[in-house]
């Protein structure tokens, strides 16, 4: 089984500027992205920018950069021109690593990538784990998904779903039981047919509802695997405190 891994990387970001290229550890944001992503078991892997800076940073430290248009609307339409430009296969399988991911596990890239490949039904693969906390299951920016037994999505919600309704009727303090609900890990794994059949279907409206690009694929009736992650996948960097952190956690192992 073959498959290619893109890092799609903006430069602009309203809460933490220039975030790509913010130093941890001393390297960027993005090589270190890059550098897990190698460790994983694609044949290829491809940092796919708008902004000249981070191309020509990327391209300093080794990486395969393709430069993509600054339009796009969504990580999956610059996954989109990222295939088209490498001339990748209807079947080919590509999966998307987030660029403020600097601590993702190989292993879950694998793991996306191969759940994939063993479901043929299926267009597109992500993951989860499980919530443990009230908060979390609460919170909005929680994505949560919901799946039947073969591992099928059925929906992605920030609202708290399921509902648990007898045992929240009496008290909301706490979860009835564990393994309630899941949280979705933001990794893809698409095969390439979907994702040029993305780009040319309108945004669906439970999409624009929920701020989910993920529900355009449900909408259109594309299958989505999921799975529980089979290593814990911090959340990706979104603020200051969230890249102090991270180089705290990467000053404390070394």
Not at 26 to 34: A, F, L, T
Not at 43 to 51: C, K, N, R, W
Request: charged share 20%.
């Amino acid at each position: 089984m073959q498959f290619i891994v893109v890092i799609p990387a903006r430069y602009a970001s309203t809460r933490l500027p220039a975030k790509p290229l913010r130093d941890i550890a001393g390297r960027p944001m993005i090589q270190h992205v890059w550098e897990q992503a190698c460790k994983s078991a694609a044949g290829m892997v491809v940092i796919a920018t708008d902004d000249s800076r981070i191309a020509d940073v990327a391209m300093a430290f080794g990486a395969k950069v393709c430069l993509t248009r600054a339009d796009h609307v969504s990580g999956t339409d610059r996954l989109q021109e990222v295939a088209i430009q490498l001339g990748l296969r209807d079947d080919q399988i590509v999966v998307n690593v987030q660029g403020d991911e600097p601590l993702i596990p190989p292993a879950v890239i694998d793991q996306v990538a191969e759940n994939l490949a063993a479901n043929p039904s299926a267009g597109v693969a992500t993951l989860c784990e499980p919530i443990n906390s009230v908060d979390d299951f609460c919170n909005p920016n929680v994505v949560k998904v919901i799946a039947d037994n073969l591992g099928m999505a059925g929906y992605f919600s920030r609202a708290p779903i399921p509902w648990p309704r007898d045992q929240f009727a009496g008290s909301q303090d706490s979860l009835p039981e564990p393994n309630l609900a899941r949280r979705h890990i933001g990794i893809y794994g698409y095969r390439v047919a979907e994702l040029k059949r993305f780009v040319d279907w309108p945004v669906a409206p439970m999409e624009q509802l929920e701020s989910l690009e993920q529900l355009r694929f449900i909408h259109n009736g594309v299958g989505i695997h999921v799975s529980d992650a089979i290593e814990t996948v911090l959340p990706g960097i979104d603020t200051e405190q969230d890249l102090q952190a991270v180089i705290d956690l990467l000053t404390n192992q070394s």
